[in-house]
């Protein structure tokens, strides 16, 4: 018997179709789960709130563990812009992040895309080699890097900061991956289609591994971002550094002027916001990929 | 559009040796199917063609032209793959006019060019979409317009509709086929379908082990096999083959059965296998060339596929789709002299053709 064969009485109302159905009580295990996810999303959310409260407080306020500001002030905020210093770091920082992360985008991919598609003796050998590099510290390389920068005039300049991250081992290993989800037909009809292998890279292949490409460049612009121990070892002077460099040198031998040092902290993290907002999707859709964390 | 030919092609993965030269004449227009089981050759040899794959020894020609040591792109020929390969970041106008981007032709003409392609292919109302809007069909009608685009010499198509549901394949391997009488430029077209062979090819070639096993148009490669592998491999229930010995006057089965066949006095008496297709098959009342009892029965309508197990093995016959035989019910089968192929049974080579062509 179809729905309109039945009499009036019997048959299901719009509402009753449309009611939701009864939502089913929440198990202890469930509970759990939120309430770790809760204390999780506190523990993340904390110190970004912390940061801005300290950045609204008067310096005599600092060190009481209160969220909300007595007095709460944005004379930290016209402090720090109307400090010539912290314009300069910022713009040091902002330049350094885009060109490594412009770099490591064409490079890095350049190389995934070599080892992954093209054949020839030694590419397992090569691979592994830059995969082992992974392995060592950056702590390890700083004096390396520091004899190189010094050989070669670098210290104290753009490329000096710039050059030990313009290529990243793991960049290239998280290329090379998403590389292998491109099938080789592509590659193929392409080459029939008269494309040099240099116009299918950029042509073909990469279009086809843009989450890969948005997901690596988010991650190389946060991490030059926010690097501070190489920035550190290599600039001297105060116009050359970047903004973690800069902030941690806020205040004085005596006393460490936190309320300033979180300002700066607060106006540094807004690109990394807007970076982030931007490729959100592409980077959780690209690590998922990779199986990667971020 | 151009002629083809491989002259004693090889080719060999370190020391494995897995074409072991191929001879192959095609003419100008031509549409030819290499057909096989998977691992024959048959896609190798086409990129080989295609230029993807580097020749070992032997001679690739196109259009007089020894292409062995050009690019791909440089040997003028247009490759359909089975997966289709069209690009999804581009639209359909964009994947078709691809092939386009190097040849040096003015925009508008470009342009032009693409709207002929896809108006041949009844396109032109999908040009703005992007793949991932299109159905199976309509993709692959996009990678055939790609490779059209460039009016090249020879197509190439490896296994184009293994990806399309039976009825898509069908549509599809009629409209390939009316392209080609349109467009009249050389094809070779990969399958391991036998089917798709039959019904497209000017002529197919068929491959088993690297080695060519029989080159001809449909008709013969089905009425004259040149070995058990080729009789086995070309028609759909595949031929049954029976162990029989054949002597100058006829060949008796291992199973009992017998038939007369005039094969000459010079026919010494030896072991052979003897090969009679599912269709050539009749039931019959009296004394016949196999027994058996039917095991199963597949009706396909017109027709009814029947197994009938025999002291021999396993044969198939068709039956009238009316009044089939029932399982359990012991049958006997005849077949026509001139339905009855023999093959060596050592080296499969055929010995004997029935007349009929």
Redesign the interface.
Known sequence: MSAVDMPASQRPTTEAALAKPPRRPANMGQIIRWLLLFLGGIAMVMPIVYMISTSLKWPHEVYNINLIPEEPTIENYTYVLEDGRFYWWFVNSIIIATVTTISNVLFDSLVGYTLCKFKFPGRQIVFIAILSTLMIPTEMLVIPWYLMSQSLGWLDSYWGIMFPGLMTAFGTFLMKQFFESV?D??I????????NELQIWWT?AM??VKPALAALAIFVFLGNWTAFLWPLIVTNSVEMYTVPVGLSGFGDEADVAWELIMTGAAISTIPTLIVFLVFQRFIIRGVVMAGLKG | MAELSLHQLTKAYGKTEVLHGINLGVADGEFVVFVGPSGCGKSTTLRMI???EEVTSGEIHIGGTVVNNL???ERN???V???Y?I???MTVRKNIG??L???GLPKADKEARIDEVAALLGMTDLLARKPSQLSGGQRQRVAIG?AMV?DPSVFLFDEPLSNLDAQLRTQMRLEIKKLHQRVGTTIIFVTHDQVEAMTMADRIVIMDGGHIQQVGTPEEVYRRPANAFVAGFIGAPSMNMLAAEAGPDGVRTNAGGSIAMPLGADFGKRAVTLGVRPDDLQLTDGEGLVAGTVAVCEPLGPETLVHIDTAGGEVVAKADGRHPPKVGDTVRLIAAQEDLHLFDADSGVALSWGPRT
């Open positions: 099938p037909d592509f193929e009809a392409a080459r029939i289609d008269g494309l073909v279009p086809l | 295609a230029g993807l690019e791909p792109k020929i247009a490759m793959f089975q997966n390969a690009y999804p970041h691809f092939g981007r190097s040849s790609r460039r």
